[in-house]
């Protein structure tokens, strides 16, 4: 669920690295996974997503990872770079029906840091 | 192609002050809108939720309200402003629930 009231967890990497960011989702009923990268001052932006009925996506230096089994969700990131540093976070979709609405639950974020 | 205004953009008020925040959705019709707060350092905490005009549910009982008096845009409201009504508040739109979020830039809001 939504973690609201915790600090974020903190990932510092070497630019060139790659950086493994986890998220353990909530709901198994959940159906649609996504990654956003926050910069500072600036609202959530897309990275990738994922549906269940896949384990692994990938995109331009990022793949994303699911382990439906133990509820586990990861962000893989290639070559790291300074601009990749913000605050990520994963969130699951129960679906448009019922009273979902579509609604996303947010993990709680990780504060990822890469130093040149 | 669609897109997702917020303002403003900051916003410094006295405590006891009213609120009125905008968001705008263009090139999309009926979308599913959310209001959002985060506290620095901190994750996203869902607000309120609409999929039609009028209709608004509230996810936390607070000291804030939603409107949507258009099919496109949604407000958040507050008759007077508490301390720790401090944050930064995002609005976000989806087609039909069935995908992800496009989110706002956000409004930083200081209540002093």
């Known amino acids: 669920g939504e973690s609201v009231g915790l600090h974020l967890p903190t990932l510092s990497v070497q630019e060139g690295d790659n950086s493994i960011i986890n998220c353990a989702y909530s709901?198994?009923?959940?159906?649609?996974f996504i990654w956003y990268k926050q910069e500072s001052g600036k609202g959530p932006q897309f990275i990738i997503d994922?549906?269940?009925?896949?384990d692994k996506r990938q995109g331009q230096r990022v793949t994303v990872l699911l382990n439906k089994t133990v509820k586990h969700l990861s962000l893989q990131i290639a070559a790291t770079q300074p601009g990749d540093s913000a605050v990520y976070f994963c969130a699951e979709n129960l679906g448009a029906g019922g009273t979902s609405y579509g609604k996303l639950t947010f993990g709680q974020g990780t504060i990822l840091t890469v130093h040149p | 192609s669609q897109t997702i205004h917020q303002w403003p953009a900051t916003l410094v008020q006295p405590v006891g002050s009213p609120l009125s925040l905008e968001c705008t959705v263009e090139g999309t019709s009926n979308p599913n809108l959310y209001w959002y707060r985060q506290a620095a350092g901190r994750g996203l905490q869902l607000l309120f939720y609409?999929?039609?005009?009028?209709?608004i549910s509230s996810e936390v009982p607070q000291n804030l309200s939603a409107s949507r008096p258009q099919d496109r845009q949604f407000i958040l409201s507050s008759k007077k402003l508490l301390l720790s009504d401090s944050g930064f508040y995002l609005c976000?739109?989806?087609?039909?629930?069935?995908?992800?979020?496009?989110f706002g830039s956000g409004t930083r809001l200081t209540v002093v």
């Open positions: 609409s999929v039609g005009i009028g209709q």
């Open positions: 994922i549906r269940s009925n896949m």
């Open positions: 709901n198994s009923a959940s159906d649609y």
């Open positions: 976000a739109w989806s087609p039909d629930g069935t995908y992800g979020y496009t």
